[in-house]
């Protein structure tokens, strides 16, 4: 599979890693296809992210596209943050194979999972927004939970199974 040099940039040199101690909002999302997990955790000062940390747990492109997000997002405005759809990220990275474009959908999603987190958190209900992709949405109050639970491609966690084991891509 061919990765532009963003991509294998953003793979080598992942920026804003990590989880943010006392986030304003918090967004899990699972790819209920491939298995993978990202979360993304933000700080909101006067409407806009100040800052934001990602973690992910899959393959090349979704870190990729994470590391992109956090990017393309810190300074923005909710309302702003929240129409960067997965064409935009992948057009920042110089493009990304077909078959991976649906990673791109897990980073904007997670994004929308911590905005909407915080709109929940601060009582404003009706600006919730939609996910792109069918996912499996884990909310703030489930961050513990690291599985989305397909059982594909060495997930493996069940519903009493204990923690998620993964075997790589
Ligand atoms: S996020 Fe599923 S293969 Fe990349």
Known sequence: MN???KVLDHFMNPRNVGELDN????GQVGNINCGDIMRMTIKVVDNRISDIRFKTFGCGAAIAVSSMVTEMVRGKTLEESVTVNRDDVA???GGLPEKKLHCSNLGTDALK???NDYWRRTGHPEKIVPLEDEHLEHQAEEQNSACCGSNE???RQSADSGPVERTGD
């Open 23 to 26: 986030p304003d909002g918090v």
């Open 153 to 155: 491609r060495g997930c």
């Open 3 to 5: 990765y532009s040099d």
């Open 113 to 115: 999972a911590a905005v």
């Open 91 to 93: 057009g920042a990275l």
